[in-house]
């Protein structure tokens, strides 16, 4: 049957990962997507990252999942929150982060081998150009 699609992330070589509904699947050159065998199974894989032949996966339950070999093998990465991640972003191979429900945000600086969460503060925003932004208590 067909994959409901979330999201996807291409690389410069050409090779695609998608995610979506328990679902990550793999394209190289204009064939079709071949599902992927993964060590964790989310009900939805909801952001894709790709940097060079490295690829990072997050979806519910604070799921992380790499790859280091375009895409063909991944192995789990352990989040600090358990909470849905819905994006996933990489300056290059080593610097990230995941953000998710309810403010999650997680970053690494070494590929996703440790993830740290970040507090999210919800910031006041300036009103009419006054100084009065800063942290919502």
Known sequence: GDASIATLARNATGTAVAGGAAY???RTGTGGFAALAMPVTPAWWNGIAAIGDHFWAVGDG???VASADDGVTWTVQ???TTED???VAFADASTGAAVGQHGAVAVTR???????????????P???????SG???
């Open 62 to 64: 604070g799921a992380i």
């Open 78 to 80: 352990a989040a600090p």
């Open 110 to 124: 070494d590929g996703g081998s440790t993830w740290t969460a970040v507090p999210f503060v919800r910031m006041r």
């Open 135 to 137: 942290p919502i208590s």
């Open 24 to 26: 990550l699947g793999r």
């Open 85 to 87: 991640l819905y994006a």
């Open 126 to 132: 300036p009103i009419c150009g006054g100084s009065d």
